[in-house]
């Protein structure tokens, strides 16, 4: 059974917070405003020290209810950690009890990767394994290869985001995400903004969300995600 936190996958697709700053506010916000799970952008929201990421959580969790990802984005994969790749994986580990799934990117060197993916598989943590395309749309092959590596190098769930340069590249992408198992898509910018709604239709298992400013090209706000997702159930 695929969950993260209590919230079970297998049942629907989850609305996912992106939490990028103004944090207590805006976990606060997406939680009246229908969003499933949080995910805490420790990248985005400067945050350096296990002690600073272990008190947010803490707090966000007793303040919401809700499970949370932590995140901390790899620069060249759209994310804003400033310090060694040591210290970035270090960070993930040490909070690793108080999250509810883990983000870390195939990019992440091989080692460090294995690192986090294990540590999260001992403590029972959801282990989510991103790849980003932020120019262009691999075809069906490529992206089913990286969905497939994503899940060979321990996800349990493969996140996949892509920017398409024309509809047959939203179409391939939903094709893939039709045919492969616990995945998570998204084509990227306007033209793929759709996807965010009828990805789950195809398998998505998590839509990501903004609170305020969008943290990806294409992002809706949960309020418009939710009633949208609503209105194609």
């Given at each position: 059974m695929l969950k993260i936190g209590k919230f079970d996958l297998e049942e629907r697709a989850a609305i996912v917070a992106a939490i990028s700053n103004?944090?207590?506010?805006?976990?606060?916000?997406?939680a009246e405003h229908g969003a499933d799970i949080l995910e805490i952008r420790f990248d985005?929201?400067?945050?350096?020290?296990?002690?600073?990421?272990?008190?947010?959580?803490?707090?966000?969790?007793?303040?919401?209810?809700l499970p949370c990802i932590a995140t901390n984005?790899?620069?060249?994969?759209?994310?804003?950690?400033?310090?060694t790749e040591e210290s970035?994986?270090?960070?993930?580990?040490?909070?690793?009890?108080?999250?509810?799934?883990?983000?870390i990117e195939?990019?992440?060197?091989?080692?460090?990767?294995?690192?986090?993916?294990?540590?999260?598989?001992?403590?029972?943590?959801?282990?989510?394994?991103?790849?980003?395309?932020?120019?262009r749309t691999p075809d069906k092959a490529t992206l089913k290869s990286i969905l497939d590596h994503s899940h060979n190098a321990g996800a349990d769930i493969a996140k996949l985001?892509?920017?398409?340069?024309?509809?047959?590249?939203?179409l391939d992408l939903l094709e893939v995400t039709l045919e492969v198992d616990d995945v998570c898509t998204i084509s990227m910018g306007q033209m793929g903004k759709h996807t965010r709604i009828i990805a789950p239709l195809y398998g998505s298992?998590?839509?990501?969300?903004?609170?305020?400013?969008?943290?990806?090209?294409?992002?809706?706000?949960?309020?418009?995600?939710?009633?949208?997702?609503?209105?194609?159930?």
């Open positions: 103004e944090p207590l506010q805006q976990s606060g916000t997406a985005l929201l400067g945050i350096t020290t296990p002690k600073e990421a272990a008190d947010l959580l803490r707090t966000v969790k007793d303040k919401t209810s984005r790899l620069r060249t994969q759209g994310g804003n950690w400033e310090g970035r994986i270090a960070l993930l580990e040490d909070i690793m009890h108080l999250t509810d799934a883990v983000d195939l990019e992440t060197d091989e080692h460090l990767r294995d690192r986090i993916v294990k540590k999260a598989k001992e403590e029972k943590k959801t282990v989510i394994i991103s790849s980003h395309d932020f120019e985001a892509v920017m398409p340069e024309n509809m047959q590249d939203v298992k998590l839509t990501y969300a903004s609170v305020s400013d969008a943290v990806a090209p294409g992002q809706l706000k949960v309020e418009d995600l939710k009633k949208a997702m609503e209105m194609v159930e």
